[in-house]
């Protein structure tokens, strides 16, 4: 043999690894899974109710200066 045909063997070796790799761990992202259960809160009337918050900082005003 070879070592074109042995490095053709292991190159079809290591493709079908990682085809069935691909196939068993299924598409990236939430994609072909089942939907993950909503998480319930426990008791949310028993909770004390939760402070105003601060209205959070705004940038610097631009204005329109007329051009003259």
Known sequence: ??????G?????IVAAVVLAVAVVFGPIGQYG????PAKVDPAPAAMA???PVAPAPRG???REVPNQ
């Open 8 to 12: 053709g063997i292991f190159g079809a």
């Open 60 to 62: 610097p005003v631009i």
């Open 49 to 51: 109710p939760a402070a």
């Open 33 to 36: 899974k089942p939907p993950k």
């Open 1 to 6: 043999m070879s070592s074109e045909s042995v």
